[in-house]
């Protein structure tokens, strides 16, 4: 079982399932709403994730997607689209323990900062991953 919350501990989450992906975004949304140059994710059934404690703030950041923060200290916490309503992606460093899922592959890549150069060694894609 994966384990995770914000910084500030108001929200905790659990999740069930071994994540079916585990990506690195590189979307201007992703930029934006985190404040960062990318977004490592990973992917579960909505059955699989719960929130144990604590209420996150919902807010649509397109005309088909809702993220998820914590409304006391702002950690991003999860992603879903209605083009996917099987998936939930959730933000690996809110991961008590992060490094349980490293990401597999870079999303987006093509709208991703110029100044960022990946050594990783793990595949990117332009657009969304196949995965």
Do not use: N
């Amino acid at each position: 079982m994966l384990k995770g919350g914000c910084f500030c501990g108001a929200i905790r989450y659990e999740a069930d399932d071994t994540p079916t992906q585990a990506i690195a975004c590189h979307c201007s949304i992703c930029r934006r709403t985190s404040a960062a140059p990318f977004v490592a994710w990973f992917t579960v059934t909505p059955e699989a994730f719960r929130i144990v404690s604590g209420q996150p703030t919902r807010i649509s950041s397109s005309e088909h997607a809702t993220r998820t923060f914590c409304p006391a200290c702002g950690t991003p916490l999860s992603f879903q689209s209605a083009r996917y309503p099987d998936e939930i992606d959730v933000t690996i460093c809110s991961l008590d323990v992060p490094e349980q899922v490293p990401p597999r592959s870079h999303t987006w890549r093509a709208s991703g900062l110029g100044w960022v150069k990946l050594a990783d060694g793990i595949r990117a894609y332009p657009e969304k991953c196949p995965e």
